[in-house]
């Protein structure tokens, strides 16, 4: 549909969804805070025309809303979906050979397009000539934050054994050497860490592109999880409607639709510290050591458009990313795990942190009491699948006579919380892997999981007030209701673990005491009470971004039997720990600066 990142621009204006802002816009924080506020109130995309430090345009909240992401793609999208359910169940072929008769061609028509070397309209620039964004006060410099990074197998190179990812840029800040070093943050088991642990047994650098702007189905490709066999060049060409086309420079792979491309090399063990940064589960995430990228060249077309976002805590613009994917490939988890209905990364939770998910139970059809059972099968293979993998809380329900929808999470939860079995539906994994981006754990990607499973009928009903019980306990008060069977209540400061497990098994003991509390299964301890009450986002977000569940789940009269553990209540202490990331706080001063952008006269007057 658009040829290149300026036509998509101009599409978006003439159909009102883009304002240009004219005034000078400083890229350290300014930027990122119009952004944010004019996402908060579901505006437009923003092309910001004049960035002070560079010649170039920047633009920002392009998938702001799912409406507008969907309209960009709007000719290709029916096309798209059905190559990739084609991909997903291919038996559909062969019952319905004229529905899918066209599907084969958009994938053939989609096959990327080798060129001759680098383009007309293409020139040679310095990382220092681009929009160096720095997007949160404590950011370690500026970051590309809609990169598409592309590696080769180094056993078999070529287009389509590449890979093209999504990986955090850092170009300035720390020790790296501005325009001659940059930082990658990637998982070891992404695509471009597989190539780059073969790089490394080879004992070879590994040749990398990096991607910026181009057409916005490029940029959704990056991070786009898509069936085996199609590539992430394929699909960009499906979905935009014309073929992905490339060529060779030095031995680099250049976009000729990309706005910018980087260049350059990772050698074997080179790192540098890479962040801190402000990320998508609305903290920091810390410094640590990364792979170094040597630059060796970076190329700009002469019209380029830098695009970036900010990522914060949820909903962020990556929130319709997420839409998105979830539209177009909602169906494949049926496909790859049998049982399962729907699978749901929680945004407000942070996405990673916290699923959702809807099962079968056909284990035991014939038992008076049911137990999960395939439930448990189920949840170890969601538990195993892609990114799915770095969940930490896991919430299963078979769906028996009543509809469930793991999108309403209040009434989700409630459903789970009235027929669990606390003392026999806990499941946990310890010592293993969760989210980099995650401080909630023990140490970098390492973390514990837990499952709750529930199926059969309802055991009890659920508070809606405050029981009694809960109003007397110490140093633990200012109880509250969250939604129906969960009550928050704020607890004291305290500086180590061993302190805070002391006041947990003390308000477990105390609670005990008061009698059964069944219409209370889950207890959140937190900070602030009032905060975490006051709606179903603050309570997903707080609740399961700060806490670890082996560490940090308590239960009153919890127990082990044969390894197991259950309990009557579960307790969670989600206050803030001392070694957890410090969240995200806007600058007080640049809030008050942008606001000259939205007074009478501003190119953004018109949004409140």
């Known amino acids: 549909m658009y040829r290149n990142l300026e036509e998509c621009i101009l599409d978006l204006e003439k159909n009102g969804h883009l304002i240009r802002i004219k005034e000078e816009v400083d890229p350290h924080l300014e930027m990122a805070a119009i952004h944010l506020k004019v996402f908060e109130a579901e505006g437009p995309a923003l092309l910001f025309e004049n960035v002070k430090g560079s010649k170039y345009p920047a633009v920002s909240n392009l998938f702001g809303t799912v409406e507008r992401s969907k309209f960009m793609f709007r000719k290709n999208w029916t096309a798209t979906e059905n190559v990739i359910a084609l991909r997903n169940n291919p038996m559909q ?3 319905n050979p004229f529905k899918h008769v066209g599907s084969g061609f958009s994938a053939l028509k989609a096959l990327p397009k080798k060129k001759s070397g680098l383009p007309s309209d293409m020139e040679e620039i310095a990382i220092s000539d681009v929009p160096l964004i720095h997007h949160w006060p404590d950011d370690g410099g500026a970051f590309v934050t ?10 078999k190179p070529g287009i ?10 850092q170009l300035s800040g720390n020790d790296y050497e501005l325009n001659k070093e940059i930082g990658l943050h990637y998982q070891i088991h992404r695509g471009i860490g597989v190539h780059q642990h073969k790089a490394v047994k080879k004992g070879e650098p590994l040749k990398v592109s990096i991607f910026i702007g181009g057409p916005p189905a490029h940029t959704l490709s990056a991070v786009m999880p898509l069936p085996e066999g199609l590539s992430e060049l394929t699909f960009a060409g499906m979905l935009s409607g014309r073929r992905f086309r490339y060529s060779y420079v030095d031995g680099y792979c ?13 050698y074997p063990g080179e790192t540098k510290p890479e962040g801190p940064f402000g990320d998508h589960l609305g903290y920091y995430s810390l410094t640590h050591e990364f792979p170094l990228m040597r630059v060796h060249k970076v190329f700009a077309k002469k019209n380029a458009i830098w695009p970036f976002t900010v990522v914060g805590r949820p909903p962020q613009e990556d929130t319709a990313f997420g839409a998105l994917i979830h539209e177009l490939t909602g169906g494949a988890i049926k496909q790859e795990i049998p049982g399962v209905k729907e699978v749901h990364a929680v945004d407000a939770a942070g996405v990673h942190p916290l699923l959702f998910a809807i099962g079968n139970e056909r284990y035991t059809p014939y038992q008076k009491v049911k137990q999960p059972a395939e439930l448990l099968t189920i949840s170890n293979r969601i538990l195993g699948t892609g990114q799915l993998s770095l969940a930490k809380y896991l919430f299963i329900a078979a769906e028996e006579s009543q509809p469930l929808d793991t999108h309403k999470e209040a009434e989700f939860l409630a459903y789970i919380l009235e027929r669990m079995d606390f003392q026999r539906d806990i499941h946990f994994q310890t010592n293993t892997t969760i989210d980099t981006l995650d401080y909630s754990g023990t140490g970098l990607n390492t ?3 837990v499952v709750f499973a529930a199926c059969g009928d309802k055991k009890r009903e659920l508070c809606k007030d405050v029981p009694e019980a809960l109003h007397e306990l110490g140093a633990f008060g200012k109880a509250k209701q969250v939604i129906p069977g969960v009550v928050a209540l704020e607890g004291p400061d305290f500086s180590t673990y061993d302190q805070a497990n002391s006041e947990m098994t003390s308000l477990a003991e105390s609670i005990k005491t008061k009698g059964e509390l069944p219409s209370c299964p889950l207890i959140i301890v937190c900070d602030d009470s009032q905060f975490l009450s006051e709606d179903i986002s603050n309570f997903l977000w707080a609740t399961f971004t700060r806490s670890n569940p082996s560490h940090d789940m308590y239960g009153v009269n919890s127990r082990f039997e044969h390894k197991h553990w259950g309990c009557d209540n579960i307790i969670i202490d989600a206050r803030r720990k001392p070694h957890h990331a410090p969240p995200l706080i806007p600058d007080p001063e640049v809030e008050k600066n942008i606001s000259r952008f939205f ?6 007057s018109e949004i409140s």
């Open 93 to 95: 072929a062969m019952k």
């Open 146 to 155: 809609l990169p598409q990074v592309f590696s080769e197998d180094p056993d």
């Open 160 to 169: 389509m054994n590449a890979n093209l990812g999504m990986y955090r840029v």
């Open 254 to 266: 250049i976009s000729n639709d990309a706005d910018f491309v980087i260049t350059g090399e990772i």
């Open 447 to 449: 973390g514990s999981k």
């Open 599 to 604: 007074k009478k006269g501003g190119s953004l």
